[in-house]
């Protein structure tokens, strides 16, 4: 596990490559953010296993046809004035 040092007043250090999820939570009748170091302790904390939460958002758009949103998308591209190049900064 990776160092984390907390002081629950004024700051939190963790490791330049370590992800911070904040996840808001109401507590008390207050709102207050949770952080957390790594998705899996976020995810028990949401009381979902991540991989649910794909699938159940794969599951939402089954019922689309996506041979036509392709298709639309596909004709909104060619309708649309192409974006002008961008000038050097």
């Not at 904040?22 to 949770?34: K, S, T, Y």
């Not at 599951?59 to 909104?76: H, K, R, T, Y």
Request: charged share 20%; no cysteine.
């Amino acid at each position: 596990m990776n160092n984390v040092y907390s002081s629950r007043e004024t700051e939190v250090v963790v490791q330049l490559h370590q992800p911070l999820i904040a996840i808001p939570f109401e507590q008390n009748g207050e709102e207050v953010v949770h952080y957390f170091f790594d998705d899996a302790q976020a995810d028990i904390a949401l009381g979902q296993d991540g991989r649910q939460g794909a699938i159940k958002l794969a599951a939402v758009w089954s019922d689309l046809d996506g041979d036509a949103m392709l298709a639309s998308l596909e004709q909104w591209r060619r309708e649309s004035p192409p974006t002008p190049p961008l000038e050097s900064l």
